[in-house]
Every structure is written in C-alpha cells, then in structure tokens.
C-alpha cells in the first residue's frame, strides 16, 4: 500500500504497492502508524515500563498502569496527540505530546516524547513516529516542539538532530535516578513559521 499524508499528517493506504513517503524529511514505510485509542493502554503501559525501571530516559520511577496510560492518551488527545505504530497488529512503539508548560502563553508550545519495544529498536521506527508525530501537530497550529534528553543518550540526540531539533541548553543535575545525578540536555524545533499563532 502507498502511504499518503492528510492535512492531519496521518498515514493513510491509498493503493497497491509500497507503503512510503516523505514527512519532515523522513521516509515513511513498513509500519502502520495510527491514533491511540483506550484499546492500546496496555501495551503502551508495558513499553514504557522498560524505560522506567531499567533506563534514565524517564524520571519517573513507578510504572504507571494501564488505567494510568488510558488516561494519558485521552489527556494528550484533547489538544495535541498520541500515535501508535504496530507490527503485524501489535503495538511496538508510540509518540505523543502535551503542553511545554501550564502557563497559557506557552500554549503553541509542546513537549515531545517517543517509546519503542526493545525490539523494534534500530530500526528507524522512532523516527518515522517522530517525523508523523511533527507532521501532526504543525497540522494542529502548534509552533515549538521540545524534546529532553536525559545524558549520556547519543542515539536520542542524533534522533532529534537528524529530524532538525537545535540543542538549546542542558539542566545540570537535575534529576536524582539510578543512584546518579542525571544532566538533561534540551532540544527544540520550530514548526509553521514565525508569524503569528492560529487565531
């Protein structure tokens, strides 16, 4: 099937062939990307556990449930969004993002995360997330998208270089996690232009 783009930036089958196309640069192909739904909290909840328990690429240090996550997704769905990528109908991998901060003038401002199945690593699909995620919230009027980057995490920060995220400052010690002090580096991306926010 060809992948084809909607104002949305979702990934739709338009015909017979080869999944693929270009977003923020990125080719697109193998993987069905699609909005999350209440259905995919557990195996979102299940990928991210690895994260929290075993790596300092969250600062959260319980694993929130399958409940907790069903209510992220329907959170980060009222104003921005959360994607899912499956391989033969299985979940291996999401995208999402939320408010940069509560304060109303941040408000076309986002933070950007994305989680892979240990499987599914290396395999350019947290990419192909991220670039459809981008895609996504451009279409939505956003205009900065952040990313944090826990240190040291190389591929993390060639990801964001590679989809055009510009470092721009690193919190030092700023976490407590594994017995460690944990620096995070930020990132940020700007998306529609510099003029004026949607009215």
């Not at 690429?57 to 980060?76: C, G, H, K, L, N």
């Not at 892979?116 to 995620?133: E, F, H, K, M, Q």
């Amino acid at each position: 099937m060809v992948g084809s783009f909607g104002s949305s930036g979702f990934l739709r089958r338009r015909s017979r062939g080869s999944r693929v196309r270009y977003v923020h640069n990125v080719l697109v192909t193998e993987h069905p990307i699609r909005d999350a739904t209440a259905a995919d909290a557990a195996a979102c909840a299940a990928i991210y556990a690895h994260y929290v328990e075993h790596t300092t690429a969250t600062f959260e240090e319980v694993a929130p449930s399958a409940q907790d996550m069903e209510r992220r997704i329907a959170t980060a769905q009222e104003r921005h969004a959360w994607l899912v990528a499956e391989r033969d109908g299985v979940v291996v991998g999401y995208a999402y993002a939320g408010p940069f901060k509560a304060r109303s003038a941040y408000r076309w401002s986002c933070e950007v995360s994305v989680y892979l199945d240990p499987s599914a690593r290396g395999s350019g699909l947290g990419r192909t997330l991220y670039a459809v995620l981008l895609a996504r919230l451009e279409s939505l009027g956003m205009r900065m998208a952040c990313g944090g980057v826990t240190l040291p995490n190389d591929p993390s920060e060639a990801l964001h270089r590679a989809l055009g995220f510009e470092p721009v400052g690193t919190y030092r010690r700023i976490g407590w996690k594994h017995d460690a002090w944990r620096d995070v580096r930020w990132f940020q991306k700007p998306l529609g232009g510099d003029g004026p926010p949607p009215a």
